[in-house]
């Protein structure tokens, strides 16, 4: 599922306008520069978005963990804390959104201070919020990936790709030898219910596999912007993997919606029927993106 589709949370409509928009969003945020950061929950591991209000410095991003004056810190930031590896979006002269991946780091001292009175200088509210709690509100910097900076990081991140994608097919193969082990019935007969602590335990599986792909395709998208800008020629190529991406996040979508109900011996059946549609094709795009973008940063394919 889309780290922004789920109907109970209350961003969803500021998402798909900043989205819809180039990052401009209308009504109390008319006007504030914000931006979308999305997080690994550091419970499920999920991708979760979030629109935050920003402030620029440079090649950084400056993020508020104010939560209202709240008395307990935001989510997005206690996932940060956990992985700091995190994914903006921002509005662009390029005339739409578009996806960056950053690494948060955690200003303290002089310097948070220093940049919590700018933003409370720009947006008089921060000062109250910091009235409300006895919490000190962090202030985080994000920093994008920079494939100029270093000729070497770019094979990095290409021999790191190759390792998700090789522990997203163990988690593959995992799922699939479970769902294999409960449909034990002959062709035509009925496949008795599983019980309900091996069905809870299916669905645990299945949602990791789920979360794990969804976190993927989230933080290779961030990833691409930066592999378009230092490599041009390989922009037909990203372009075909976001396209993919986005088919196998609508399929992700139907399978989670299909998790929630109760399983019975007949939706066993179903959930493999439902992975196998998710995965079709699941290999090929792993191929087809360690074919091409491995050797324009100077990784070796795997042989598979």
Same mark, same amino acid.
């Given at each position: 599922?889309?780290?922004?589709?789920?109907n109970t949370?209350?961003?969803?409509?500021?998402i798909?306008?900043?989205? #819809?928009n180039?990052?401009?969003?209308g009504?109390?945020f008319?006007?504030v520069?914000?931006?979308?950061?999305? %997080? /690994?929950?550091?419970? %499920?591991?999920?991708?979760h @978005? @979030?629109p935050?209000v920003?402030l620029?410095?440079?090649?950084?991003y400056?993020?508020?963990?104010s939560?209202?004056?709240?008395?307990?810190?935001?989510d997005w930031?206690?996932?940060?804390?956990?992985?700091p590896q995190?994914?903006?979006?921002?509005g662009t002269?390029?005339?739409?959104?578009?996806?960056?991946?950053a690494?948060?780091?955690?200003?303290d001292?002089?310097?948070?201070?220093h940049w919590?009175e700018? =933003?409370? #200088?720009?947006?008089?509210?921060?000062? $109250?919020? =910091? !009235? $409300?709690t006895t919490? @000190?509100?962090p202030?985080?910097?994000?920093?994008?990936l920079d494939?100029?900076?270093d000729?070497?990081?770019?094979?990095?991140i +290409?021999e $790191?790709l190759v390792?998700?994608?090789?522990?997203?097919r163990a988690?593959l193969?995992?799922?699939?030898?479970?769902?294999d082990?409960?449909?034990?019935?002959?062709?035509?007969s009925?496949?008795?219910?599983?019980?309900? *602590?091996l069905a809870?335990?299916?669905r645990?599986?299945?949602?990791t596999?789920?979360?794990?792909? =969804?976190?993927h395709? %989230?933080r290779e998208?961030?990833?691409?912007?930066?592999?378009?800008?230092?490599?041009?020629?390989?922009?037909?190529?990203?372009?075909?993997?976001?396209?993919?991406?986005?088919?196998?996040? !609508?399929?992700?979508?139907?399978?989670? #919606?299909?998790l929630?109900?109760?399983?019975s011996?007949?939706?066993v059946?179903?959930f493999r #029927?439902e992975?196998?549609?998710?995965?079709t +094709?699941?290999e *090929?795009?792993?191929?087809?993106?360690?074919a091409?973008?491995?050797? /324009?940063?100077?990784? %070796?394919p795997? !042989?598979?």
């Amino acid at each position: 599922m889309n780290a922004t589709a789920s109907n109970t949370n209350p961003n969803v409509p500021i998402i798909r306008e900043f989205r #819809a928009n180039n990052g401009k969003v209308g009504g109390m945020f008319d006007g504030v520069p914000l931006l979308l950061l999305t %997080t /690994a929950g550091r419970k %499920t591991g999920r991708p979760h @978005t @979030t629109p935050v209000v920003h402030l620029r410095d440079g090649d950084r991003y400056l993020v508020f963990g104010s939560n209202a004056g709240r008395p307990q810190h935001s989510d997005w930031y206690e996932n940060l804390l956990v992985s700091p590896q995190a994914t903006i979006e921002l509005g662009t002269e390029k005339g739409h959104v578009r996806p960056f991946a950053a690494r948060a780091v955690v200003l303290d001292g002089d310097e948070r201070d220093h940049w919590y009175e700018r =933003q409370c #200088a720009v947006n008089p509210a921060f000062r $109250q919020y =910091q !009235e $409300q709690t006895t919490r @000190t509100i962090p202030v985080v910097a994000l920093h994008l990936l920079d494939l100029s900076a270093d000729t070497t990081r770019a094979r990095l991140i +290409g021999e $790191q790709l190759v390792r998700h994608h090789d522990e997203l097919r163990a988690q593959l193969r995992d799922v699939r030898a479970r769902l294999d082990d409960l449909l034990t019935g002959e062709p035509g007969s009925a496949v008795p219910a599983p019980p309900a *602590d091996l069905a809870v335990q299916l669905r645990g599986h299945c949602l990791t596999f789920c979360h794990g792909l =969804q976190l993927h395709h %989230t933080r290779e998208n961030g990833a691409f912007s930066a592999f378009e800008d230092e490599f041009p020629h390989l922009v037909p190529v990203i372009e075909r993997l976001r396209a993919e991406h986005h088919v196998m996040e !609508e399929a992700l979508e139907d399978f989670e #919606a299909l998790l929630r109900e109760a399983p019975s011996g007949d939706d066993v059946a179903r959930f493999r #029927a439902e992975l196998d549609r998710v995965v079709t +094709g699941l290999e *090929d795009h792993f191929a087809y993106e360690e074919a091409n973008l491995l050797p /324009a940063v100077g990784a %070796t394919p795997p !042989e598979r």
